[in-house]
């Protein structure tokens, strides 16, 4: 579910990067058909997904963890860092390319992590609720 949220937050700020990007002087990327895949098309929408990820989880959490109570930390509880943070975000990369096998790889795993996890040396943990007043 934190995936998902992350997903629409990530569908929803793409037009207003490009929207930011066009009033500073840039142009409007070209518009292609559905079924053309050039990199122009998609390098702009990798860079986003690969910064947001790695600006997120090296704070150790995402819009989708705040939204679920998640966070995500390295073995000893800390964020992950930029370093780890960045890893993670790549490693991504690889697991949404190969079908999202990366994702389901933590159904397979004792402490449940997804090939990023793994790569980065992260776990996502509950986080903890905030004292009441």
Known sequence: MAWLVDELARTFFYPLLLIVLVMLGGEMPDPVSPTEVTLTAILPQIVLRIGLSWIFWSQGTSPGAMV??????????????????????????VSISMLLVGFAWALFT????????????????????????
């Open 68 to 93: 679920m109570g998640l966070r995500i930390v390295d073995a000893q509880g800390n964020p992950p860092g930029p370093v780890r943070g960045g890893i993670r975000a790549l490693v991504e990369i």
């Open 110 to 133: 004792r402490r449940r992590q997804t090939w990023h996890d793994l790569a980065a040396g992260t776990y996502i943990v509950d986080a903890p609720r905030a004292r009441e007043a």
